[in-house]
C-alpha cells in the first residue's frame, strides 16, 4: 500500500523566515501534487512534479521532487502570513489510475 | 470561468435526519470525486464518478450514504439517518479525465455538523 508522510505535521513561524516541509513515501510515484488549503476552502493545487530531481518554482515557493521518485520537499523563502494554510501532497495510485494517495497535510502559520 | 460550486455551505442537522449535499462541477469535466475531510487532515475518497456512473464507491462509509450523477454533471450526496460521527466537511473535486495526473479542482466544501 502506497503512503504519503508529511512533516512537520504543524509549523507555526514568524513572518520572514525560511521553511522545509516534507513529503516522504517508500513508494515510487509517477509524480506528486502539492496542493494549499485556506480555512473554509477547498485545496488549490500549486504544482505537479513528474520527472525524479525536477526543481519548480513559484515566486517564494520552491518545489522539488526527489531523484528516485519517492518523496518531495517545499520550501518557502521569507514566508508570509498569506502562505498560511494546510499544505497537502497527494500521488497517484499505482493501483488505480484514478485515485490519488493523499498525506494528512501540514499545517503552516505564518505570525506577523 | 466558474469553479466547482458546493450547496449548501453549511449544513446542521439533527442525529437520524436525512441530509443531501450538492456539487457543481466545472462544465466539461467528465472525472467527478466525493471526499470527507476532518480537521487539519488530508481528503478521505469516498466516490468517483466518470460521467453518470459511479466507477468506484469503494470509500463509502456504510449504506447510509449514497451518491448520483444522473445526468453526467451535477451530483448529490446523500446521507440517511445521520450520525454525529458524520459531522466532517464533505469536499467535491472534478477533473477533465480522471486520470490520477491530473488536477483536482475542489468545491468550498460542505461543512456538515449532526447534533
Known amino acids: 500500500t502506497q503512503l504519503l508522510e508529511q512533516s512537520p505535521q504543524f509549523l507555526s513561524i514568524q513572518e520572514g523566515e525560511n521553511l522545509t516541509v516534507y513529503c516522504n513515501s517508500s513508494s515510487v510515484f509517477s509524480s506528486l501534487q502539492w496542493y494549499r488549503q485556506e480555512p473554509g476552502e477547498g485545496p488549490v493545487l500549486l504544482v505537479t512534479?513528474?520527472?525524479g530531481g525536477e526543481v519548480k518554482k513559484l515566486k517564494r515557493l520552491t518545489f522539488q521532487f526527489g531523484d528516485a521518485r519517492k518523496d518531495s520537499s517545499l520550501h518557502i523563502t521569507a514566508a508570509q502570513p498569506g502562505d498560511t494554510g494546510l499544505y497537502l501532497c497527494?500521488?497517484?495510485?499505482?493501483?488505480?489510475?484514478?485515485?490519488?494517495?493523499w498525506g494528512a497535510g501540514t499545517k503552516l502559520i505564518i505570525k506577523p | 470561468g466558474a469553479g466547482v460550486s458546493q450547496t449548501p455551505s453549511n449544513k446542521v442537522t439533527e442525529k437520524g435526519k436525512y441530509v443531501e449535499l450538492r456539487c457543481d462541477p466545472i462544465?466539461?469535466?467528465?472525472?467527478l470525486y466525493w471526499y470527507r475531510q476532518s480537521l487539519g487532515q488530508g481528503p478521505e475518497f469516498l466516490i468517483y464518478?466518470?460521467?453518470?456512473?459511479?466507477?468506484?464507491d469503494s470509500g463509502l462509509p456504510n449504506d447510509r450514504f449514497f451518491a448520483v450523477r444522473p445526468e453526467g454533471s451535477v451530483s448529490t450526496l446523500k446521507i440517511q439517518r445521520t450520525e454525529r460521527g458524520d459531522s466532517a466537511v464533505y469536499l467535491c473535486?472534478?477533473?477533465?479525465?480522471?486520470?490520477?495526473?491530473?488536477?483536482?479542482?475542489f468545491g468550498n466544501g460542505t461543512r456538515l455538523t449532526v447534533t
Open positions: 473535486a472534478s477533473s477533465l479525465s480522471g486520470q490520477g495526473n491530473s488536477p483536482l479542482h
Open positions: 512534479v513528474v520527472t
Open positions: 462544465s466539461g469535466h467528465t472525472a
Open positions: 464518478f466518470q460521467g453518470t456512473g459511479a466507477a468506484d
Open positions: 497527494a500521488g497517484p495510485d499505482m493501483d488505480s489510475n484514478y485515485q490519488l494517495i
